[in-house]
């Protein structure tokens, strides 16, 4: 597949990715996503973060499998946890669960730095390997339990979390800032809601459900 053709496949996921975000936009409050989130989606090479042999599927909006039984997340809530985010320019982002990489770079084009916790050592070596090939520069990388964070880096204006806990892991809940925000899956299997935390100025977690999700349990070393 050329350039032109990859970059239409990307705009008409884009397309899906808004005509769906309208559909429910009554159960996750945003009838519409923030354009630059929408342009973020539309740059980066979804088909750079996915084994060879499905790249051709690299824009349906659906999940897809990377290996050691995890998935590359749908579009689609990709999207819609990056712009619950509110991303600010400045912004210094935790992101638990690296995977091949691909939501890193998608955070990285609308914030200042993006730090990123993979506890499985393929994958990070190779999501390293990949966003270096692309130029992502604003990502630093760490293999460990993302159920603990990166404590060196933190507070964290924002943290986005790509596999499910049951419940919220409390160092993540310490490391973000005050008026910060975290967007995570989190329950039990078949029981799962994204979920949206906010600390306010005095350090109070207000947690909000937007819509079910099914994600993959979020690994740990415990």
Do not use: C
Not at 93 to 98: A, F, S, Y
Request: charged letters at 25%; proline letters at 7%; aromatic letters at 6%.
């Amino acid at each position: 597949m050329n350039e032109s053709t990859l970059t239409a496949m990307r705009q008409e996921m884009v397309e899906m990715i808004t005509a769906y975000a309208s559909m429910v936009g009554d159960r996750t409050g945003r009838q519409s996503l923030d354009e630059r989130v929408l342009a973020a989606m539309a740059k980066v090479p979804r088909h750079e973060f996915v084994p060879l042999e499905l790249r051709q599927f690299a824009y349906v909006d659906s999940p897809l499998p990377i290996g050691y039984d995890k998935t590359i997340s749908q579009p689609f809530i990709v999207a819609l946890m990056t712009d619950l985010l509110d991303l600010k320019p400045d912004d210094t982002v935790l992101e638990i669960g690296t995977g091949l990489g691909y939501q890193a770079a998608v955070l990285s084009e609308l914030a200042g730095r993006v730090y990123s916790v993979e506890i499985i050592e393929e994958l990070a070596t190779e999501a390293r390997r990949r966003l270096k090939q692309l130029g992502y520069d604003k990502i630093e990388q760490r293999l460990g339990d993302g159920s603990q964070g990166w404590v060196q880096h933190g507070p964290y204006g924002k943290i986005l979390v790509t596999a499910a806990p049951e419940l919220i892991p409390p160092p993540l809940l310490n490391q973000l800032k005050p008026e910060g925000r975290m967007v995570l899956p989190a329950g039990i299997e078949d029981a799962q809601q994204l979920i949206l935390v906010e600390k306010d100025r005095s350090g109070r977690i207000k947690t909000t459900e937007i819509l079910p999700v099914r994600f993959l349990p979020l690994v740990t070393s415990h």
